[in-house]
């Protein structure tokens, strides 16, 4: 598996705003099938269960948010806030993903830098992740674009080179892939379900308008935590002490998205980024001519790594 990542990350980045209306239509594959996500999160990263915990543990859960669904039919859904919202067994179905505040980047060769909705975990000067080296990178992002391969389906890599040129997928062979969590096993793994469907009341309207709260994030992460594979009860223990984490969570990460939700539209200057981000604790990044030895722009990954 060959891909050029050097100056994209197309799948760190909702890019839709760079292109025209009729471009943006041919990169919705998130709003097609049978299931629309409720928000508007292009390329949300779903977590399984233990990095979930993990993040949690190292004080990052201010780095998640959760994405619900629209029902496909009546049957499968249950009614929160007016809206028929996916459920499994009555249980409202979510995933936990990294939050994308927005960021001035540049990617694919542009000059000037359009503030997009960019992964917390994006490094906007270099456009290389900052967990890549880290335990907690997580799997959906090392087996990007594997997996879309594996399940015969377009990849970021291609509609990037459908919209701005040159190769990105150097290679389809999708190989051995992990984590290729679907069906019945990924409930309690990667899709997790809300026991309370009433205390969600509020919460489904405010997913809808990207308006949740750090109390209305902290609950799902909190579920997701005490979710256990291939089951849907959740340990009230455990969904206790998660919580509480949750809610006392104050990372660098959580600070620079706030920061760049307030500064969101401001003329960025070269520093922008290492003020909001590196200041705060925000691991570096090497930038592309470590990586690639001044040689070679073959690269693996979402970020990049040979
Ligand atoms: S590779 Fe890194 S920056 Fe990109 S989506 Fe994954 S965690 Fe975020
Ligand atoms: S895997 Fe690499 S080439 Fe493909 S969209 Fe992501 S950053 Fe771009």
Redesign the pocket.
Known sequence: ME???AG?????IDWRPLLDVAGRAQVEHERHGPREPLDETYNLVPLERDEVRSFLESGLADALTPRLWKAADDAEGVVIDGREVAAVAGRPAFFVGLRKPPKPVAPFDLETATWLPTCVFLDPTTLQCRIHDDDRYPAECGE??AHNLALEQE???ER?EGAFGGE??LDDDPGETDGLLLGQQAIGGKVFVHPRPDDLEGVVERAVRGELTTEDRAEFVAVAAASSPGTLAISEPHYEDAKTRALEADSWAGRAIDEWNRLEGENPDATLADRIEDARGAPGTPGWDALEGGSSET?R??D?SL
């Open positions: 891909v050029d990542c994209c990350a197309g799948c760190c990007y674009p990849t970021e890599c990037v990105r997928l690269t990954g979402r990049g």
